[in-house]
T-cell receptor
Framework: AQKITQTQPGMFVQEKEAVTLDCTYD???????LFWYKQPSSGEMIFLIY??????QNATEGRYSLNFQKARKSANLVISASQLGDSAMYFC??????FGTGTSLTVIP | DGGITQSPKYLFRKEGQNVTLSCEQN?????MYWYRQDPGQGLRLIYY???????QKGDIAEGYSVSREKKESFPLTVTSAQKNPTAFYLC???????????FGDGTRLSIL
């Protein structure tokens, strides 16, 4: 079994500031992939960033970066220069179909 | 444009009735997935299919059934055995392993 834990049900961030969303996971797989998705209030799931367990460098994708600490089984999402459109639910997932319970992010003008 | 289409957007089910949610993709993806999302919760896997004519149960398959007769289509039937079907249902597809899933816009199912 695989378990994903997102301990922050809700987060607030000032516009233009950076924010970190936490994700820890538990898997017995030697090789695995970590994914972050964004879900706006409209409901669709939008892929943000991917990290492979054997990737030596932290993944980056525009304003999104992943702080990957393999020994701690941690894959935190960092959003830099927050925008109002970043307000949404954010989900961490491991190996495609194991999702955490999500973090609701609100960006304050 | 390539993508995943789910229909209908909203669906209402009467007691004892089976209903079918449609999911079609034109991305030429082999793998397809069905998830259930309850308010304030993450996604839970109902069924998935890696190839045509084959599918596997996820964590919450009871009360649901699927078919995969064509690569493009992966319909989900919510049977009368599913006693609490009210939820948001998301369909997804994926190309190669470690590629992200592409999601449809979802179907909201409610009981009348």
């Amino acid at each position: 079994a695989q378990k994903i834990t997102q301990t922050q049900p809700g987060m607030f961030v000032q516009e233009k500031e950076a924010v970190t969303l936490d994700c820890t996971y538990d898997t017995s797989d030697q090789s695995y992939g970590l994914f972050w998705y964004k879900q706006p209030s409209s409901g669709e799931m939008i892929f943000l960033i991917y990290q492979g367990s054997y990737d030596e460098q932290n993944a980056t994708e525009g304003r999104y970066s992943l702080n990957f600490q393999k020994a701690r089984k941690s894959a935190n999402l960092v959003i830099s220069a927050s925008q109002l459109g970043d307000s949404a639910m954010y989900f961490c997932a491991v190996n495609q179909f194991y999702f955490g319970t999500g973090t609701s992010l609100t960006v304050i003008p | 444009d390539g993508g995943i289409t789910q229909s209908p957007k909203y669906l209402f089910r009467k007691e004892g009735q089976n209903v079918t949610l449609s999911c079609e993709q034109n991305l030429n993806h082999d793998a397809m997935y069905w998830y259930r999302q309850d308010p304030g919760q993450g996604l839970r896997l109902i069924y998935y299919s890696q190839i045509v004519n084959d599918f596997q149960k996820g964590d919450i398959a009871e009360g649901y059934s699927v078919s995969r007769e064509k690569k493009e289509s992966f319909p989900l039937t919510v049977t009368s055995a599913q006693k609490n079907p009210t939820a948001f249902y998301l369909c997804a597809s994926r190309g190669q392993t470690h590629q992200p899933q592409h999601f449809g816009d979802g179907t909201r199912l409610s009981i009348l």
